[in-house]
């Protein structure tokens, strides 16, 4: 039996966990091999779809968010203000927080570089018929809505 309620992990679910073991950083890195614009790192263009999807947020949320340390984040926005993509501004009631959020060029551009990287690393799955990407999508979905059960994550 295959089920977590019984305490027996059977051998497909070791499977499973295999996969996605050697998947997942392969997957990372062929998506960032697909960064065409000179000067853009996945990194970055997490940042920046952060603050576009969430508003301006405070350092140590983006952080969270990203999973990535705070010096990370301090770097990233440290690039990021240079470019004018985002603005650092007093946060309105806590004096050592500092928000940051897109400018409107931040916003321009997440927009037309995030849609251009999303429509080229869609050619992953082009090679999947229809019935697959339909049944994959709606897997991930359960996986990732039993990853927020378990508290593990934001996804």
């Not at 940042?47 to 952080?63: F, Y």
């Not at 969270?64 to 990233?76: C, F, I, K, P, Q």
């Not at 004096?95 to 927009?111: F, K, N, Q």
Request: proline share 3%; with cysteine.
């Amino acid at each position: 039996m295959d089920t977590v309620s019984s305490g027996a992990v059977g051998d497909l679910s070791l499977r499973l966990v295999d996969e996605f073991a050697a998947f997942g950083p392969a997957y990372m890195k062929w998506v960032r091999s697909r960064m065409r614009e000179p000067g853009v790192s996945y990194a970055r263009m997490r940042l920046l779809g952060a603050l576009h999807c969430g508003g301006p947020k405070i350092m140590s949320g983006i952080s969270d968010e990203l999973g990535v340390t705070r010096r990370n984040v301090t770097a990233l926005v440290d690039g990021l203000e240079q470019e004018g993509l985002v603005r650092r501004l007093p946060h309105p009631t806590d004096r050592r927080a500092i928000v940051i959020e897109l400018t409107d060029e931040g916003g321009r551009t997440m927009e037309t570089q995030y849609e251009e990287h999303r429509k080229d690393v869609a050619e992953l799955f082009v090679g999947l018929s229809e019935e697959d990407r339909r049944e994959l999508v709606r897997l991930l979905g359960l996986l990732r809505e039993r990853l927020r059960e378990e508290g593990g994550c934001q996804a």
